[in-house]
């Protein structure tokens, strides 16, 4: 019995310090739930931005009468913290130079506020849950589940092998595919990190150039299609 408890207490423990580690994240996500709601006139009873214990955070608000309204309360986190993590992400290897411990730790910071938003920007199972119930609640909202349902489908995947286990490695890995994208390699990064410098490695905004080209492209391609006639 004392074995068990102090297993639990260990754990508890671990908690703690993973959500002090992650905050900027989990603080993020509440906030784009509290945005949301607010730009879409949905009324919010209660909302706790960080907690040590019990749910990381939440959103309580009343329920919205329109599919849509639901949706983008439920996704807002998803959005919203990985628009800011490659914000981040792209300011500290193209833009953002300097030279001192200041800087490194600027730079640093920068680095854990995207990995962190990275991390916590998987909407919780019971915001995908009810945007999934509401999709095939109504026959014509079926096609909506090509959307949905991935996001669903991952969600359930992370209540299984542990959402931190799978969020952890997948932000890692988009923070490493930037740093490929910029071309940096780790021999370059640390020999500035270590000589004080950040940004020595003149980086460029590859990310921006790449979606500025990449999304117009694919939207010119759906307008063939005949799927967006509708956008100008």
Do not use: K
């Not at 879409?40 to 919205?64: E, F, S």
């Not at 949706?71 to 914000?87: D, E, H, K, R, T």
């Not at 890692?172 to 490695?201: E, M, N, R, T, Y």
Request: glycine share 8%.
């Amino acid at each position: 019995m004392a074995e068990r408890s102090f297993g639990v207490l260990i754990r508890r423990r671990r908690s703690v310090l993973f959500r002090l580690a992650t905050a900027p994240g989990i603080v993020l996500h509440e906030l784009a739930h509290r945005l949301t709601c607010l730009l879409a006139g949905v009324p919010v009873q209660a909302a706790v931005y960080l907690q040590l214990t019990g749910p990381p955070g939440y959103v309580q608000h009343a329920t919205p009468s329109r599919w849509s309204t639901t949706a983008l309360i439920a996704l807002a986190p998803l959005a919203g913290n990985v628009a800011v993590a490659a914000v981040l992400l792209e300011y500290s290897l193209a833009t953002y130079t300097g030279s001192g411990i200041d800087a490194v730790a600027t730079g640093a910071l920068l680095w854990w506020i995207a990995v962190a938003a990275l991390i916590h920007s998987l909407p919780s199972s019971t915001d995908l849950g009810t945007v999934w119930a509401a999709t095939t609640a109504r026959w014509y909202r079926l096609p909506l589940a090509v959307v949905v349902g991935p996001l669903y489908a991952l969600r359930r995947l992370a209540g299984r092998v542990g959402t931190y286990r799978l969020t952890i490695p997948l932000s890692l890995a988009v923070l490493a595919g930037v740093i490929a994208l910029h071309d940096l390699s780790p021999v370059v990064f640390l020999d500035c990190v270590l000589a004080g410098h950040w940004g020595c490695w003149n980086g460029s905004p590859r990310l921006w150039a790449m979606l500025s080209t990449a999304l117009p492209d694919r939207l010119d391609h759906l307008r063939a299609m005949g799927v967006l006639v509708f956008v100008r």
